[in-house]
């Protein structure tokens, strides 16, 4: 992490640009060619996912289709192999429907704190909860990748800024709500989904980015548990 700044004025702090989501390991095997003809370890899966006949063996279509699926979240390679980050990703996404309404099912984030944010690092959602009623969410996030993990624990929102720039990186991040050592919300023009994660920061659509900054402020709570796939 390292300091943070208002657009044209230094503060005190520091700054967490987002980048994407880590899922899992490995690399497709090398190849020249655009779209790659061989057949993934989770071809069934990814198929079955993407709602292609379920065969197990690669095919032209399959490619294409795995391939914009890749292009559309940032997966690299993006060859058409449907390899374990592909997968990773796509699993990710069942996961997070399957959530449905009722992102506090395990009851993890506190419901005696008046209104809080939550963030399940384990499923990659955040939503707004006022004791135990649904305020807004839950919606997918991009949090710290390996080596740059989102802080756990409960904390408070510190500094809002809804213009502010990274002095790290010099790019901006818009609507940021800051609530541990530089660790933000805020929102970023990427898929939720593209690997391998930020620096520490909650990443989130513009939408839901100014959701947030409407529906929080300063000194409201804001609760991280669990654990990022892939740190």
Same mark, same amino acid.
């Given at each position: 992490?390292?300091?943070?700044? &208002? ?23 090398? @190849? ?5 003809? #061989?057949?993934? +370890? ?5 198929? =079955? ?8 063996? #690669? ?6 289709? *795995?391939?914009?699926? %890749? ?5 690299? +390679? !993006? ?7 592909? $997968? ?6 069942? =996961? @997070? ?15 005696? =704190? ?5 963030? !399940?690092?384990?499923? %990659?959602?955040?939503? *707004? %909860? ?15 990748? !390996? ?11 510190? $500094?809002?800024? *809804? ?13 940021? #709500?800051?609530?541990?050592?530089? %660790? ?8 939720? $989904?593209? +690997? ?16 947030? $900054? ?12 669990? &654990?990022?796939?892939?740190?």
């Amino acid at each position: 992490m390292g300091d943070i700044r &208002r657009r044209g004025a230094a503060v005190v702090g520091a700054g967490a640009l987002m980048a994407p989501l880590a899922l899992g390991l490995g690399a497709a095997p090398a @190849q020249a060619a655009s779209c790659t003809t #061989q057949t993934g +370890p989770y071809q069934k899966k990814v198929e =079955k996912f993407l709602g292609l006949p379920v065969d197990g063996v #690669q095919s032209p279509a399959d490619c294409t289709k *795995i391939k914009a699926f %890749q292009d559309k979240h940032g997966i690299k +390679p !993006n060859i058409g192999y449907a390899g374990p980050v592909t $997968w990773g990703v796509m699993d990710l996404m069942l =996961k @997070q429907r399957a959530v449905g309404n009722n992102p506090n099912k395990d009851g993890k984030c506190p419901t005696n =704190k008046g209104r809080i944010a939550c963030v !399940n690092l384990t499923l %990659q959602i955040s939503w *707004i %909860q006022d004791g135990s009623r649904l305020v807004y969410g839950p919606v997918p996030v991009r949090t710290g990748r !390996n080596g740059y993990e989102t802080r756990t624990g409960l904390k408070k929102i510190y $500094w809002r800024d *809804i213009d502010h720039v990274s002095s790290i990186y010099d790019v901006p991040m818009p609507y940021s #709500q800051f609530f541990d050592g530089g %660790q933000a919300f805020h929102s970023v023009k990427l898929s939720m $989904w593209n +690997p391998p994660g930020s620096h520490g920061c909650v990443n989130m659509t513009t939408t839901t980015a100014k959701k947030y $900054w409407g529906l929080l402020k300063k000194g409201d709570d804001v609760f991280v548990y669990g &654990r990022k796939p892939g740190t």
